[in-house]
Every structure is written in C-alpha cells, then in structure tokens.
T-cell receptor, first 114, second 113 residues
Framework: AQTVTQSQPEMSVQEAETVTLSCTYD???????LFWYKQPPSRQMILVIR??????QNATENRFSVNFQKAAKSFSLKISDSQLGDAAMYFC???????????FGQGTTLQVKP | DAGITQSPRHKVTETGTPVTLRCHQT?????MYWYRQDPGHGLRLIHY???????DKGEVSDGYSVSRSKTEDFLLTLESATSSQTSVYFC????????????FGSGTRLTVV
C-alpha cells in the first residue's frame, strides 16, 4: 500500500526567508502524481503545486517549487520569500495514475514570523 | 470552490444519533470522495463513489455509510454517532483524465457529545 510521510509537524520561517517542507512516499507504481495542498485557518484545501512522476523537471509555481527525487521517493516543497499569508497547514499527497485515490501525509503547520 | 458545497458547515450532535452530511457538486464530475481530518493523521478516506450507485470503502469506513442516487449528490451517514467520529469532514470531486488532484468542499466540523 502506498504511504505518505511528513516528518515535520511544525515549521517556522521568518518573513521574506526561504523554508523547505519535507515529504517522503512509498510506492511500487511508476505512474503517479504528487501534490502539495495548503490549508489556511479558513479550512479550505488549496492546491499549491503538482508534479507528474514521469517528468524529471521540478515543478515551479511562482514562489513555490519542489525538489522531486524519484529514486529517493522524496518530494519537498520550497517556499521562497515567505509571506505572512503563507502561514497554514501544508499537506503532501500522492495519487496513483489519473484515477487513483488521493493519499495524504500527516501535515506540517507552517508559522511565518514578521 | 463554487462547484462543490457541503452542508452543514458545523454540527453538534449527541452520541447514538444518526447524522447525514451532504455534498453537492455542479461540475458533473464522476468521482466523489469523503475524507475525515484529524490532528496527526492528515486526511483519511472514508468512502468514495465512481458513479451513480457505485461506491466503495476507504481506509476508515467503519461506522459510516454513503449513498449516491444522483451524479451531483453524495451523502455520508454516521449510523450511530460516537465521540471518535468528532472530526472535520471533507468532500472532494475529481474527473478521469485530470491530473489537478481533487477539488475540495469547505468541510463540515462535526462534534459528537
């Protein structure tokens, strides 16, 4: 069975600095997708970034980028120039193919200090 | 997201009573899911549906049932609520061939006293 692990329950970063959130996963599949979701205090689940396993290039969305290490089964999220609005819980998630169910990690709470 | 709504947003109920949570979508997506969110566990899948009247269990399905009589509605029922079912419940939708993950509802905070 596939699993997703986020080993950092809480992280903090100074405003304007860079922070990296870690995620590892376990799978024997070759076709899968990886995601980072943000959950602010409003509780809404917001897709931050996604990565297709077959793509070697790391995904980037503005200040958010990933370090996808397929052999190591690692998928970390880097937030550059952190802003107060980045404070939230972040979930790493795995999906097998286009129809597999989304499997989540435990979440990491990010605090941004002014 | 305007394409998916959950009701109610908050609910307090007593132990032993049945509770039904509703998820409604306007996107005509085939797949619908119910998750629960608990501290230290992330989101865990309760049940999911891959079409009208087609449902299956997730990893934490005990004590829950679901129904999908129309494409747009997916109901989650707690047959006899227990305190361990106090949680935040999320509905999500997806469509075949999309790799954007899921679209989530705003969640229902359920407290069982």
């Amino acid at each position: 069975a596939q699993t997703v692990t986020q080993s950092q329950p809480e992280m903090s970063v100074q405003e304007a600095e860079t922070v990296t959130l870690s995620c590892t996963y376990d799978t024997s599949e070759s076709d899968y997708y990886l995601f980072w979701y943000k959950q602010p205090p409003s509780r809404q689940m917001i897709l931050v970034i996604r990565q297709e396993a077959y793509k070697q290039q790391n995904a980037t969305e503005n200040r958010f980028s990933v370090n996808f290490q397929k052999a190591a089964k690692s998928f970390s999220l880097k937030i550059s120039d952190s802003q107060l609005g980045d404070a939230a819980m972040y979930f790493c998630a795995y999906r097998r193919g286009n129809t597999g169910k989304l499997i989540f990690g435990q979440g990491t709470t990010l605090q941004v200090k002014p | 997201d305007a394409g998916i709504t959950q009701s109610p947003r908050h609910k307090v109920t007593e132990t032993g009573t049945p509770v039904t949570l509703r998820c409604h979508q306007t996107e005509n997506h085939r797949y619908m899911y119910w998750y629960r969110q608990d501290p230290g566990h992330g989101l865990r899948l309760i049940h999911y549906s891959y079409g009208v009247k087609d449902t299956d269990k997730g990893e934490v399905s005990d004590g829950y049932s679901v129904s999908r009589s129309k494409t747009e509605d997916f109901l989650l029922t707690l047959e006899s609520a227990t305190s361990s079912q106090t949680s935040v419940y999320f509905c999500a939708i997806s469509e075949t061939g999309t790799y954007y993950g899921y679209t989530f509802g705003s969640g229902t905070r359920l407290t069982v006293v």
